[in-house]
């Protein structure tokens, strides 16, 4: 099974998007796959149980018959850091929880498994005097390959060299990165930014993502459109 861990620069850079459109395109490529969102904060009480709309569109792309708690097992009601909302919740997010999660995702019988990250790369999970957990750790301990998401906004070469240097610094394999306009006010200089993003950066960029701002497209058609533009070629290859 390949497992693939989806990062970002920062919050709101479009995780849950390209994750989606990622999925798709594997599934066109005739690929079995399962996704995983470890922590979501922002949810709403359906039925008594939590349920996160990003892990709601995960499950509508995946084909692997999970439920929204296999793909979300930890989640909380307010939209705000995981580890200040497990405090406040009075509970802990612990590492065993964590990885358990990720062995149900990764014992079915799909030839992929996605998990979609919470924030950067270095979300707190859980922060003391004695140690600091944070999500990286999980990725590092589960041994994933990693894909970075650059949020296309003034800050974003910093944020993207930062990110990259401690993925490789935690010892892990970026595959591939891809450039994704979030926000519907295009980027300065946008060219010329993703142009140094390709000298800084010394893995593929593989996708350049547009935001999609018409108005008579559903989410998972923009979605759909999305997966067109990206080139799964580096995320498949086995390293020699």
Not at 216 to 236: C, D, R, T, V
Request: glycine share 4%; proline share 4%.
């Amino acid at each position: 099974m390949k497992n693939l861990f989806i990062t970002a620069t920062d919050t709101d850079a479009g995780k849950t998007f390209v994750a989606c459109a990622l999925t798709k395109v594997l599934i066109n490529a005739g690929k079995k796959v399962a996704v995983y969102k470890p922590i979501s904060a922002g949810c709403q009480l359906e039925d008594g149980q939590l349920v996160n709309e990003d892990a709601q569109l995960l499950s509508q792309f995946a084909n692997s018959g999970q439920s929204i708690q296999e793909i979300n097992p930890i989640a909380f009601l307010e939209p705000i850091a995981p580890h200040i909302a497990a405090e406040k919740a009075n509970r802990k997010i612990s590492m065993d929880e964590v990885i358990q999660g990720y062995n149900q995702v990764t014992a079915t019988s799909a030839d992929i498994a996605i998990t979609e990250g919470a924030g950067g790369w270095r979300l707190p999970l859980t922060l003391n005097k004695k140690s600091n957990i944070f999500l990286s750790d999980f990725a590092k301990a589960s041994q994933q390959d990693v894909i970075l998401v650059v949020n296309m906004k003034l800050g974003c070469l910093n944020h993207a060299l930062l990110t990259y240097e401690m993925i490789k610094a935690d010892g892990l394999n970026c595959l591939g990165w891809i450039a994704n306009n979030a926000s519907n006010e295009p980027m300065n200089n946008l060219t010329e930014n993703i142009d140094s993003l390709t000298q800084l950066l010394p893995v593929p960029q593989i996708a350049q993502l547009r935001y999609f701002n018409e108005e008579h497209l559903s989410l998972s058609e923009k979605i759909n459109l999305a997966a067109n533009q990206i080139n799964i070629s580096p995320l498949l290859t086995t390293p020699a």
